[in-house]
């Protein structure tokens, strides 16, 4: 990336982009990132500095004729989802991004692509840099740690910015302009339960059983579609198993990962009674068959394995039969997926959980989920809900990270502004509504009460999964209309 490059151009998006994606940036760990970013700035001339949080805040003067005009800002996040697929040897924390065009798509290989928020991060990294971008005063917030519980937008001091209008670049459709979304809370459940060494050893099997594939996606805006989610469909086959007077003794168990992510991949290794052996296979295959039927729209992945291990060492220390059942049974009965459809916004999902990460070893569990909604009362009740499925066993619940949801106010100036211009540049009308993901908006409006927000951004599919995907054509279209936007409010 250069100072100075025509940030018009797409060739500079795609340089940019590439740049940031050569930094690790997990989130909490944007600092190599973050100081690239600053030493540009430097080099540049462009004032700035780092807040107590973590984020960058970065001012420029209006283009020539625009000095006076009322400043605006801009807004992205540094940090991205970090997901691969299981078969994909890569580091996270010393690797940059692979990325490579598939026809009319930018995507990487075998992880997510970070074009959420890269993308968005990319087009104001530019205009900063472009000494002949045209726009008015310029004030660039670029947060930290947006994607594990929003901490750089929760750390932003009050009026941190003296913008009355922003433009958040996080939103994932080119025909959309957003002006409201969700809030969420983390609901974070553990417990101990004790394992005992089977004597009889001869007598018991271990099975290694998995679930893998599956579509995944972001945890908010792809809620809807209906896709499977590894970890309930694990407990959905072994409480099968249970239902057919199958007797479980459970030994690990590993599904999933970040919160916002809704889970590809969980397998658990469980060991059963030696004569049931064949009966298990046959049961659990049986099981399969029918998720891949009712799963073959949205998972066309779908696949799974269940297979035999060395019956001593670990897998012998199991938890007992009967905590094994009522975890399990637990776990099955834990809401997930889609609590509530708006009963104001057609198609526009209110409330919602996700079962996002489970974790049993040497007895000790641990599952961490996200629940969102508009109505702060059923984002609590939601939590709830998931907590009490696991504290009927004895486990303890942990909230955090809870973000409010972003008030829409469609009758704001910048939201008028910002569909006249997007209608004229597209030559179509845009879709103005709220979305079930999780924005900075919320938060930042909680510094700044007078402020107006729009969120727009290019056309990405599958963020928080590796098959995270950046539409080309629509991103180097939506960089013009940026621009236009920019030189025009």
Known sequence: MKPGADSHQPETLWNTFEWINRHPRASKKEEALRKDIVEQLTQAGIDHRIDAAGNIIAR??????????????????????????????????????????????????????????GLGLAMILAVLLDPNAVHPPLEALLTVDEESGMGGAKGLERNALSAKRLLNLDTEEDDEITIGCAGGIDTTLRAEFPTERIQDQANFVAFEVSISGLSGGHSGTDI?????????????????????????RLVLWNGGGLRNAIPREAKAQIAVAAGDHSRVQALWNEAIEELKTEYARTDPEFKSEIKTVEANGTAMNSINMGDSARWIQAGH???????????????LVETSSN?????????????????????????????????????SIGARAEYS??????????????VRQTAEKHEVYYGRKP???????????????????????????????????????????????????????????
């Not at 579609?225 to 086959?237: D, E, I, S, Y």
């Not at 009965?333 to 198609?347: F, K, N």
């Not at 973000?403 to 910048?414: F, H, I, M, Q, S």
């Open 224 to 248: 809807h579609l209906g896709r499977g989610n590894a970890n309930k469909l694990l407990f959905r086959c072994l409480n099968g198993l249970l239902n057919r007077d199958i007797a479980i």
């Open 355 to 391: 079962l996002a990460f489970v974790s049993v070893e040497n007895g000790n569990f641990t599952a961490k989920s996200l629940q969102r909604s508009a109505l702060h009362a059923a984002k609590i009740a939601m939590a709830q809900s998931v907590a009490a499925s696991f504290e």
């Open 60 to 117: 420029k003067p209006g283009s020539p004729g625009k000095e006076q005009q009322p400043p605006l800002a801009l807004q992205a996040h540094l940090d991205m989802v970090h997901q691969k697929n299981s078969d994909t040897p890569f580091d996270f924390e010393t690797q940059g991004i692979q990325s490579y065009r598939d026809g009319a798509w930018l995507r990487a290989r075998g992880t997510t692509l970070g074009a959420d928020n």
């Open 431 to 489: 879709k103005i509504l709220a979305c079930h993901a999780g924005l900075e908006c919320g938060l930042i409006g909680e510094k700044h009460p007078d402020m107006e927000m729009v969120s727009i951004g290019p056309t990405i599919r599958n963020a928080h999964s590796p098959d995270e995907c950046a539409h080309i054509e629509s991103a180097e279209r939506f960089l013009g209309f940026f621009h236009r936007l920019l030189s025009e409010l």
């Open 333 to 347: 009965g834990c809401p997930d997926g889609i609590g509530r459809m708006s009963p104001e916004v057609a198609g």
């Open 401 to 414: 990270g809870a973000y409010p949801g972003w008030t829409p106010r469609p009758e704001a100036e910048l």
